[in-house]
């Protein structure tokens, strides 16, 4: 790429669907509902979660981290990304879009871990109930989500750290509408081979690493399940994760497809799979958690009325 190292200017342009306006405003709007879905839907877990002692569990422990996690990752660029839907103004600071970067990444990076977590978590108390209180025990679930967090978080710097002092010239334009890393990668004036391939070795451990260790769970909580003898017992038993395995399915379907789809020049079908993956999946999360989930339910009826009684005293 030709041009002056423009990094001086510590200004970006984040495109979006500027080309297409009339798209940009449908966007917007279904991006706006969607947003306002992940903040009430989520939320309403974490408030559940606290205030009925009868999701006091593990798993619903793991979920209300979930949650918020899904709420601080999109808070930290849906925003913005509306703001630049109806803006002429378009641009971002440099170090506003590394640190949205560094945030957006460590979050992806958290909730793989997160959900490989859960999927102990249920591997746990299918494949040995008997000591399911014993080893899920508060402690460890308080463990295992701060590692969540913490490999989030320092796997994000080193990715962000790869990234930060490169010099960048040319135009300032990102073809995005979020600081999304490959995007920013493509402003690079200066061969990037070395770190495109630890960011590639990067992401294929942190992505992938954990989606072993939900398959190796699975298997296991499979071959428990077919062992037990009443098909109600079975039924049960599949319904207790089967919420997390759609979760899962979905998650990291998206991903998948991300990987092994053909390089394409056409960057609009790859802005719309990016805002499915951070937009869609995590309004998605409390929808498939809530639905049919019958203690969730009975926590939100009882909820309900004891703020009913409250308001009547």
Not at 199 to 206: A, C, E, Q, R, V
């Amino acid at each position: 790429m030709e041009g002056v190292n423009w990094t001086s200017r510590k200004e970006f342009v984040l495109l979006g669907f500027s080309d297409y306006p009339k798209t940009e405003m449908l966007i917007f709007i279904l991006c706006l509902i969607m947003y306002l879905v992940i903040l009430m839907g989520n939320s309403i877990i974490i408030v559940l979660t606290i205030l009925d002692c009868h999701l006091h569990t593990p798993m619903y422990f793991f979920l209300s981290n979930l949650s918020f996690l899904d709420i601080c990752f999109t808070s930290f660029f849906v925003p913005k990304m509306l703001t630049n839907f109806l803006s002429e103004n378009k641009t971002i600071s440099f170090y506003g879009c590394m640190i949205q970067m560094y945030i957006t990444l460590s979050m992806g990076s958290t909730e793989c871990v997160l959900l490989a977590t859960m999927a102990y978590d249920r591997y746990v108390a299918i494949c040995n109930p008997l000591r399911y209180p014993i080893i899920m025990n508060k402690r460890l679930c308080v463990q295992l989500v701060i590692t969540s967090w913490v490999i989030g978080f320092l796997d994000s710097a080193m990715e962000t750290a790869l990234v930060i002092g490169l010099p960048f010239c040319g135009k300032n334009i990102i073809n995005h509408f979020v600081c999304e890393l490959l995007a920013i990668l493509k402003l690079v004036c200066v061969d990037i081979s070395l770190n495109e391939i630890i960011l590639l070795i990067d992401s294929m451990t942190f992505a992938f690493s954990p989606l072993l260790l939900i398959i190796t769970s699975y298997i296991f909580i499979l071959s428990a399940i077919l062992r037990i003898n009443s098909a109600e017992g079975r039924k049960k038993a599949f319904s207790t994760c089967s919420s997390h395995l759609t979760v899962v399915t979905v998650f990291y379907g998206t991903i998948l497809f991300i990987y092994m789809k053909p390089r394409s020049k056409n960057s609009i079908a790859d802005k719309f799979i990016t805002l499915f993956y951070s937009v869609m999946t995590p309004m998605l999360n409390p929808i498939i958690y809530t639905l049919r989930n019958k203690e969730v339910n009975r926590a939100m009826r009882n909820v309900l009325k004891r703020l009913t009684f409250v308001r009547g005293l």
